[in-house]
């Protein structure tokens, strides 16, 4: 069995057939949000600015696409802040760690603070897992 366009193989298993051994899917599970789904045995491929998670249950692994982290960023010591989120290099992020602050002409020179302290951005910044 394979799932169809927009599920993924939550687990699978080998068959034995007359020409050989071939693996099916096991259950089928709706795409995640933020999630394509090309069908198959494949697992889901996240949007850019998202990255794959997944949690082993019974049965296989489910799936889901969490959003960067956020972080909070400012021109200096003012009262005022702003909030953005960690992005991917595209599609198909796996980890957390595929996330980073953009160094760019917005955030060059920014403050930028998160649950892990605070810096300013001198090139792109990844999180680590």
């Known amino acids: 069995m394979q799932c169809s366009i927009g599920y993924y193989a939550k687990g699978t298993e080998n068959i034995e057939t007359s020409s050989g051994t071939v693996q099916s899917a096991t259950n089928c599970v709706r795409c995640p949000d933020n999630g394509l789904c090309v069908g198959g045995l494949s697992k889901p491929s996240c949007d850019s600015g998202y990255y794959l998670w997944s949690l082993t249950v019974i049965g296989g692994k489910q799936y889901s696409c969490n959003r960067c982290p956020s972080y909070s960023y400012t021109n200096g010591p003012s009262s005022w802040s702003q909030t953005g989120y960690g992005v991917t290099a595209g599609r198909g992020a796996d980890s957390v760690s595929d996330c980073?602050?953009?160094?760019?002409?917005?955030?060059?020179?920014?403050?930028?603070?998160?649950?892990?302290?605070?810096?300013?951005?001198?090139?792109n910044c990844y999180y680590d897992s």
């Open 100 to 123: 980073y602050i953009p160094y760019n002409q917005v955030t060059a020179g920014y403050y930028f603070r998160d649950d892990t302290g605070s810096a300013v951005i001198t090139r």
